[in-house]
T-cell receptor
Framework: QKEVEQDPGPLSVPEGAIVSLNCTYSNSAFQYFMWYRQYSRKGPELLMYTYSSGNKEDGRFTAQVDKSSKYISLFIRDSQPSDSATYLCAMSSIQGAQKLVFGQGTRLTINP | EAGVAQSPRYKIIEKRQSVAFWCNPISGHATLYWYQQILGQGPKLLIQFQNNGVVDDSQLPKDRFSAERLKGVDSTLKIQPAKLEDSAVYLC????????????????FGPGTRLTVL
């Protein structure tokens, strides 16, 4: 069993839709949770970083962590074609984004 | 601020050949990471440096992979000899350490080197 599970998609939605991306994990030592966005032929870039259970909002993006269920989510509101990318969840048991364990990534397409 | 630079961007080699990748991190970033990203998968950490010392190389296949960061700035990752299953994108990332040895929450990734082993 992988430490981090993420549905690879692909996921295709119309512009303006709310997108929900999810990851589950098995290692209860994970305390730090991140979402990265990766455009084609580019390196990942950090979107959201959360530590505790609950919600964190940044513009159109909301990250949600439920440690009791070992489940994290990323919501994108008012999705735009420029949001089309692969979204990777990542987790760590160590402060400062060290020793990251990534999910497989979900490929998202927003259709105009 | 210049980002993480990597070269070459693409490399095609035959199996059993050798190959090397170069990474120049963001200026002042003490921590440098090499990741392997196989098509359709998330990045897997190979090695982490802090300055010129190795912090974690537990997932580096040491029989064929080696990495160095001699002066605590640039880094080179080498594969010798390459196997078909080494075909992947090799990503370099860097992050800085704040006073009090507090590691930054953000890793900055380079564009990667896409390796194809035939």
């Amino acid at each position: 069993q992988k430490e981090v599970e993420q549905d690879p998609g692909p996921l295709s939605v119309p512009e303006g839709a709310i997108v929900s991306l999810n990851c589950t994990y098995s290692n209860s030592a994970f305390q730090y949770f991140m979402w990265y966005r990766q455009y084609s032929r580019k390196g990942p870039e950090l979107l959201m970083y959360t530590y505790s259970s609950g919600n964190k909002e940044d513009g159109r993006f909301t990250a949600q962590v439920d440690k009791s269920s070992k489940y994290i989510s990323l919501f994108i509101r008012d999705s735009q074609p420029s949001d089309s990318a692969t979204y990777l969840c990542a987790m760590s048991s160590i402060q400062g984004a060290q020793k990251l364990v990534f999910g497989q990534g979900t490929r998202l397409t927003i259709n105009p | 601020e210049a980002g993480v630079a990597q070269s070459p961007r693409y490399k095609i080699i035959e199996k059993r050949q050798s190959v090397a990748f170069w990474c120049n991190p963001i200026s002042g970033h003490a921590t440098l990471y090499w990741y392997q990203q196989i098509l359709g998968q998330g990045p897997k950490l190979l090695i982490q440096f802090q300055n010129n010392g190795v912090v974690d190389d537990s997932q580096l296949p040491k029989d064929r992979f080696s990495a160095e960061r001699l002066k605590g700035v640039d880094s080179t990752l080498k594969i010798q000899p390459a196997k078909l299953e080494d075909s992947a994108v090799y990503l370099c990332a860097s992050s800085h350490i704040r006073p009090g040895l507090v590691y930054s929450d953000t890793q900055y990734f380079g564009p990667g080197t896409r390796l194809t082993v035939l």
